[in-house]
């Protein structure tokens, strides 16, 4: 079954920690991307892939990196956790662009909730 | 400057009641606009899309309408049901990016009580 997988669902982790959260999806998309989304606000993009190798900047500032070595895979790493990075991360992929024909619906994995203590 | 904006912030309901969410946008130029509806503690999942020269979408319960020259859309929730909890997310794609870039709203909070 085709579907955006995202782990560890729920992360508690003290400042300085480094931490990895994963994103995989099985559909063969070739975008993917990363949203941060705090409590009754909107998504924000932080990061975005085209495809292997290739890994840009989103419109929001983070300290993450993000690497792209398989299609499937997207992980998002954390060097140095702070408190400030406390927040809910979405992993999101799609096969198409915006264009006018409605392509490039954005499949959403479930989140990962990210607490620094 | 993108934008997209939604009302009521929040809304509570009796269950079998309806009622209809407000999203206003000035994303251009225009792709399509979808509803996604999120559960707590979980990723978006899309109800709708409309684009430029469709004016209403259905599924099931849910009704869309977009209004491109006024450049606002609704959602329309009928005969609402517990589970329909949750919040109801606008989304704007413009025409002018190959990434397919999404504008979001911040949510209407939909909390359906018994």
């Known amino acids: 079954e085709a579907d955006i997988y995202q782990t560890p669902r729920y992360l508690v982790i003290g400042t300085g920690k480094k931490i990895t959260l994963e994103c995989s999806q099985t559909m063969g998309h070739d975008k993917m991307y990363w949203y941060q989304q705090d409590p009754g606000m909107e998504l924000h993009l932080i990061h975005y892939?085209?495809?292997?190798?290739?890994?840009e900047k989103g419109d929001l500032s983070s300290e993450s990196t993000v690497s792209r070595i398989r299609t499937e895979h997207f992980p998002l790493t954390l060097e140095s956790a702070r408190p400030s990075h406390t927040s809910q991360y979405l992993c999101a992929s799609s096969d198409g662009g915006g264009d006018s024909s409605g392509k490039g619906e954005q499949f959403f994995g479930p989140g990962t909730r990210l607490t620094v203590l | 400057k993108n934008q997209v904006e939604q009302s009521p912030q929040s809304l509570i309901i009796l269950e079998g009641k309806n009622c209809t969410l407000q999203?206003?946008?000035?994303?251009?130029?225009?792709?399509?606009l979808r509803w996604y509806k999120q559960d707590t503690g979980r990723g978006p999942v899309s109800l709708t899309i409309?684009?430029?020269?469709?004016n209403t979408k259905s599924n099931g319960r849910y009704t869309a309408t977009l209004d491109a020259d006024t450049k606002q859309s609704s959602l329309h929730i009928t005969a609402s049901q517990l589970s329909d909890s949750a919040s109801y997310i606008c989304v704007v794609s413009d025409r002018g990016s190959t990434l397919g870039r999404l504008y979001f709203g911040r949510g209407t909070q939909l909390t359906v009580w018994p």
């Open positions: 999203c206003n946008y000035t994303v251009s130029p225009f792709s399509n």
């Open positions: 892939s085209y495809g292997v190798n290739s890994t």
């Open positions: 409309m684009t430029f020269s469709e």
